[in-house]
């Protein structure tokens, strides 16, 4: 161990030390002419957006894929993610929950504001965007109070029926959360599976095979800057087999007391599926 430099260092700060305190010069004018050339830049840091919410790849193009950050906005990348370009830089909010890429048609993206990963400095947003353009241009659908979405997903033989699970405000009750449905491509929107202003979708899935069917985890959470509250026995599995026009809170093998959960059916075999949850 070399310490050397903090030898040489050491006598300088002690006699720095025990300098008396000089005076202080006077004030001066600025000329602010000076300024009047001088441009904002960005000077960092350059890979700053919070964490990685969601990644989307495009089927059979394997070059291009979208990636959603925290509180980073929407990039794109069309060479296989060797340069990427952010494409929701002109939105009013950056924090982003959920990317959804319409089956068979990857030009249209829908975009679900505000991160689900309810820490004590997460950021929220405003509602969902939609791009047909492969995310040119955005135009933002409402659900403005929802403020964190988690999952938006699109029915596979019916592009135009669009579901969101919305978890609402992270610190205090409020009625915009539970599962949204439209029938027009979001243009209008139903609020079709609600508990109260205290639980809010956590994870939302739906089956491929048969999209009638459809899985929501609901999720009691508030949280407070010194602490938070997560899981009730209000939350828990439901289940809609009817496109999402009715639910039915799933209860046989799982536990009554639940927190967060994540939820998803089996690509492979859609009779299965996969929770995960804070029990």
């Excluded at 370009?85 to 829908?110: C, R």
């Excluded at 919305?166 to 029938?183: D, I, K, L």
Aim: proline share 7%; net charge negative.
């Amino acid at each position: 161990m070399n310490c050397r430099p903090f030898l040489l260092i050491l006598p300088t700060v002690l006699l720095l030390w025990s300098r008396p305190a000089a005076a202080v010069p006077q004030e001066q004018e600025i000329d602010t002419g000076m300024l009047q050339h001088l441009e904002w830049r960005c000077i960092g840091p350059a890979t700053m957006g919070g964490r990685a919410t969601d990644v989307e790849g495009v089927p059979g193009d394997p070059r291009v894929v979208y990636a959603a950050a925290a509180s980073g906005g929407v990039w794109k990348t069309e060479d296989g993610g060797i340069t990427w370009k952010p494409i929701f830089d002109d939105q009013p909010v950056a924090s982003i929950g959920d990317i959804a890429l319409e089956p068979g048609n990857s030009e249209v993206v829908y975009v679900g504001t505000g991160e689900a990963n309810l820490r004590n400095t997460v950021s929220f947003g405003n509602g969902v965007y939609k791009s047909t353009d492969g995310g040119s241009t955005w135009r933002h659908l409402g659900l403005d109070d929802t403020r964190h979405i988690p999952r938006i997903v699109i029915n596979p033989h019916n592009p135009a029926i669009v579901y969101v699970g919305a978890q609402g405000h992270a610190f205090g009750p409020n009625s915009e959360r539970g599962v949204f449905m439209s029938t027009d491509g979001g243009e209008n929107w139903e609020k079709v599976c609600y508990i109260d202003d205290r639980h809010g979708v956590s994870d939302l899935d739906i089956n491929q095979q048969n999209p009638n069917i459809l899985y929501a985890g609901f999720w009691h959470f508030e949280r407070k800057p010194w602490t938070f509250t997560s899981g009730s026995e209000g939350g828990g599995v439901y289940k809609s087999v009817d496109g999402g026009r009715s639910w039915k809170k799933l209860e046989k093998g799982l536990p009554d007391l639940v927190g967060r959960i994540g939820v998803r059916v089996a690509p492979s075999n859609p009779r299965v599926v996969y929770v995960i949850a804070e029990s």
